[in-house]
Every structure is written in structure tokens, then in C-alpha cells.
């Protein structure tokens, strides 16, 4: 029997929508909220405004992408409803879990709770080739830094995670630093292109495990400009791509010396990156290298699964559904949560 599943995403400042038919994404459209780069980070109360403006032609799209050739009730189609229960805002979280109940309600069909750092690391699965289970996943995210051992779609453990501030965080405050504005990551990405990552040593946190931190990198990073602009004030200016190849370089290091840590501390060999920081091109490319070296089979989601997306929420559903994890009414979003 064929099984379509409507997903949806709400979690932070990304309303996504998502429709999968037996573990294949016939659709995944992403509206993102632009009203946050003014105030330098997200403002939840104006994230969950602009869901409930979002949701309802959000998920008209997804269905209409799915399935371009139908004409009346595109929901017949469905058979169940996803929805990311947690982690998040919670006042976004509940704007995606409100709609995707009612929907179920309505349509008498299943519903299926996802928890969202379980789906960035099943995003691993949307598109060949997947990963053989066993295998490890570095999350990176703005809010999580975790290494996963995965041992099937259901029994995920956290090996590894960060102590304090998460990678994103670790990008996005050294882009603030440098004035540069919010999300900053995909903007230290895109100057680092042009730099030279060896020119400025940042440096590295002695963290024992598989744990990581990254608030001794921030500070360092401060006092690196604070010293640098008061002898001479266009010093950001005129380093830019230097200073951002520098702090990628020693970000994406951290990261990577642990998951060669988990790799040869748990032996596996099938290794995935994932989350919104896995959209990094000097993290990608790394990575890559990395796993050539240590003959890993290394894995990496298409740009657009990386990034906070309902396909991965479809993805994680379509595995819960053959499991029979279904959700009854009454559950409820929360902001944290263990898994
Ligand atoms: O997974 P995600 O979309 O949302 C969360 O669940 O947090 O991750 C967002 C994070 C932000 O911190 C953003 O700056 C970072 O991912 N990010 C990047 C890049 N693209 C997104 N960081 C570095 N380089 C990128 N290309
Ligand atoms: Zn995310």
C-alpha cells in the first residue's frame, strides 16, 4: 500500500511544507521570514505572526507541487499528518502542531509527532545514496551541536554535544562581531571563499570527550578585534575575508577532530553531516577530504535538506508511520526536548 504524508516544519523562522510518498519527496517549499534581519536575530513573537500568515498558503503550495496534475481536494490524497513537536519556539511550535492536528481531526487521518533534531539527522535518507545503519551524524545547527550514533531510523543516541553555545551560534555571533548582519553564517561562508584560513590563529578548546564549546572561541575572537580595530579602525574592513576564512577554518576543525574522535572510538565508518551549519562550503568540503584520508563513506544532505525544511520532518514520519508511532490529539509542542 502507497503511503503519502503531508509534513509540516515551524519550529524557529522557517514555515515549510513538505508531501512524501513512500519515502520519496514529491515536494518540500520553504517560505523564510525576512522580518527578523532588522532586530539582528529572531524575535519569536514576530516568528509565530508570521507562521499563522504563512501556514495555510505554505502548505496550499507543497500540495499544489506534489501533485501539479490534480484537480479538486488535493488533501484525499494524504494519509497522515506530520508535524515537528520539538524542539523550538514554542509559540512557532504551536502554530504548525495546532494546524496539522486540526487537519488530522478533520480529515479522520493519522498524526505523527517528529522531533526536529531526529529529522535533520534522517534527512540523511531523503536521496541515494543512504547511509548503511550504522552510522554517526554531526548536527549542526543554530541552536544544537550534537554527534549521533544511529542505529536505526528509531534508535538514535547523542553521543557528543556542545556545552554551551551551538556551531550556527559559534557563526552567527563571530558574524555579528564583525557587523555583519543576521543569519550570519552563510555570509562568513561566502567571504571566506576569498581568504586565507591560516592567517589568523584562533584558538582551539581543550573539551575532554566528544563534546564540544565554543563560547572561549567567541571571546577570543572579541578581544582578536578589539585589539586589532583600536590601532587601527578599518582593520575589519580591510581583513574581512581573512578574519572570516580564519574563524570558519577553526570552527569547522573543532568540529570535525571530535567526529574523527566518534569515528574511531565507535569504529563506524558511514558518516553524515547535517542541519543548517552542513550548508558550510568549507565544512563540506573538509569533510569530504576527512573521510577520503580515514576511508570513511562520509554522506551529506542536498543544500536544501540542510537548512531547517519540512521534507526531513516527511522523511522522519514516513519511517515512524511503517513503525506505527503515531500521535494521538492530545499532544503538545514543547521548546526542549530529551530523545
Ligand atoms: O538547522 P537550521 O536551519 O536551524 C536550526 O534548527 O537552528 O540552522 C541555522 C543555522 C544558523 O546559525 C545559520 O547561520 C547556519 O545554520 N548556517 C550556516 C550556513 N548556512 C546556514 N552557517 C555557516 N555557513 C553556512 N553556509
Ligand atoms: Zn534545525
Redesign the pocket.
Known amino acids: 500500500m502507497s503511503i503519502t504524508i503531508l509534513a509540516i516544519e515551524s ?2 523562522d522557517e514555515t515549510s511544507a513538505a508531501v512524501c510518498r513512500d519515502g520519496q519527496i514529491l515536494s518540500n517549499y520553504i517560505a523564510n521570514q525576512t522580518v527578523h534581519e532588522q532586530y539582528g536575530g529572531v524575535v519569536p513573537e514576530l516568528a509565530s505572526r508570521a507562521h499563522m500568515q504563512n501556514i495555510v498558503p505554505v502548505v496550499h503550495t507543497a500540495l499544489q507541487k506534489a501533485f501539479p496534475h490534480q484537480t479538486g481536494n488535493l488533501l484525499s490524497a494524504i494519509d497522515a499528518i506530520a508535524f515537528t513537536q520539538a524542539p523550538g519556539l514554542i509559540g512557532s511550535l504551536l502554530v504548525g502542531a495546532q494546524f496539522a492536528k486540526s487537519l488530522a481531526l478533520a480529515l479522520n487521518i493519522p498524526l505523527i509527532a517528529v522531533h ?1 533534531m531526529q529529522a ?1 539527522v534522517l534527512a540523511n535518507l531523503i536521496d541515494e545514496p543512504r547511509p548503511a545503519f550504522p552510522f554517526l551524524c554531526l548536527t549542526v ?3 544544537h551541536t550534537q554527534i549521533v550514533l544511529c542505529e536505526s531510523p528509531q534508535l538514535l543516541q547523542v553521543i557528543g554535544e556542545t556545552m554551551d553555545d551551538a556551531a ?2 559559534a ?2 555571533k563571530s558574524a555579528k562581531l564583525l557587523g555583519l548582519p543576521y ?4 555570509l ?2 561566502k567571504y571566506a571563499k576569498n581568504g586565507n584560513p591560516q592567517r589568523f590563529a584562533f584558538p582551539e578548546p581543550q573539551i575532554p570527550g566528544l563534546n564540544f564549546s565554543f563560547s572561549g572561541l567567541k571571546t577570543a575572537i572579541l578581544y582578536f578585534l578589539q585589539e586589532h580595530t583600536a590601532k587601527d579602525p578599518t582593520f575589519i574592513e580591510n581583513n574581512l575575508a581573512d578574519i572570516c576564512a580564519s574563524i570558519q577554518h577553526r570552527i569547522v576543525s573543532i568540529l570535525l577532530n571530535k567526529l574523527q574522535a566518534a569515528a574511531l572510538q565507535t569504529g563506524i565508518k558511514n558518516i553524515c553531516i547535517a ?3 552542513s ?3 568549507g565544512l563540506r568540503k573538509a569533510f569530504t577530504e576527512m573521510g577520503e584520508k580515514n576511508k570513511w563513506q562520509t554522506f551529506i544532505p542536498a543544500f536544501e535538506y540542510c ?2 525544511n519540512a521534507a526531513m520532518i516527511a522523511i522522519t514520519a514516513y519511517y515512524k508511520y511503517q513503525a506505527g508511532e503515531f500521535s494521538s490529539l492530545s499532544v503538545s509542542p514543547t521548546a526542549r526536548a530529551n530523545w
Do not use: K, M, W
Not at 543569519?183 to 552563510?186: A, E, H, L, N, V
Open positions: 519550529s524557529c526536529h535533520h545547527s543554530g541552536g550556527g551560534e557563526f552567527d543569519p550570519g553564517g552563510p562568513i561562508d542541519g543548517g551549519v550548508a558550510n562550503s537548512t531547517d
